[in-house]
T-cell receptor, first 115, second 116 residues
Framework: ETGVTQSPTHLIKTRGQQVTLRCSSQ?????VSWYQQALGQGPQFIFQ???????GRGNFPPRFSGLQFPNYSSELNVNALELDDSALYLC??????????????FGQGTRLTVV | AQTVTQSQPEMSVQEAETVTLSCTYD???????LFWYKQPPSRQMILVIR??????QNATENRFSVNFQKAAKSFSLKISDSQLGDTAMYFC?????????????FGKGTKLSVKP
């Protein structure tokens, strides 16, 4: 166990709806990254938060947004859900900003199904 | 842009034998990290081994070792004395060393099955 917890573990939503996924980072970690893993693919970087500020973003549209709270837990919000958003969403926590961000600990992910 | 390629979608090995998973990557940078992650059916990504590009010595963690060829941009994982618990998806990943948000770039993975 890594100490990174994600909720919920599974979720089914209808196209057009909005969803919020949650991640509690490992104790002492101030950086949270989110990844989308489509079926049969490797994870793709969505964005990263460092000390409550967005610290980098992958090639995802603005309807993917996030927050990081003072206790360094984080949320991923997706608006106007599309069928292609169906995936496993992984959260990873680490210490330090990108310069020394050398090891990420992952949660077990949230499996989102959009119907 | 950096890319990571894993050319073996699936591999199998007999218990107690040795298997090597391949990974190549493309980057113009000189300083970076390379990783192998394991993803069992529980879905949680687990770090197997890490290599800093500036280190010439290949990393080793118990039964896991890498063959890092910087000039060839190759980073293979060798698993010795394979165990049933090694059955999982294995992902090779790249990360910049400086001046980035430190995100991981993953390959598409290799599904490893260890057979009794």
């Amino acid at each position: 166990e890594t100490g990174v917890t994600q909720s919920p573990t599974h979720l089914i939503k209808t196209r057009g709806q909005q969803v919020t996924l949650r991640c509690s980072s490992q104790s002492g970690h101030n950086t949270v990254s989110w990844y989308q893993q489509a079926l049969g693919q490797g994870p793709q970087f969505i964005f990263q938060y460092y000390r409550e500020e967005e610290n980098g973003r992958g090639n995802f549209p603005p309807r993917f947004s996030g927050l990081q709270f003072p206790n360094y837990s984080s949320e991923l919000n997706v608006n106007a859900l599309e069928l292609d958003d169906s995936a496993l969403y992984l959260c990873a926590s680490s210490s330090g900003q990108g310069l020394v961000n050398t090891e990420a600990f992952f949660g077990q992910g949230t499996r989102l199904t959009v119907v | 842009a950096q890319t990571v390629t894993q050319s073996q979608p699936e591999m199998s090995v007999q218990e107690a034998e040795t298997v090597t998973l391949s990974c190549t990557y493309d980057t113009s940078e000189n300083n970076y990290y390379l990783f192998w992650y394991k993803q069992p059916p529980s879905r949680q990504m687990i770090l197997v081994i890490r290599q800093e590009a500036y280190k010439q010595q290949n990393a080793t963690e118990n039964r896991f070792s890498v063959n890092f060829q910087k000039a060839a941009k190759s980073f293979s994982l060798k698993i010795s004395d394979s165990q049933l618990g090694d059955t999982a998806m294995y992902f090779c990943a790249f990360m910049m060393y400086w001046g980035s948000q430190g995100n991981l770039i993953f390959g598409k993975g290799t599904k490893l099955s260890v057979k009794p």
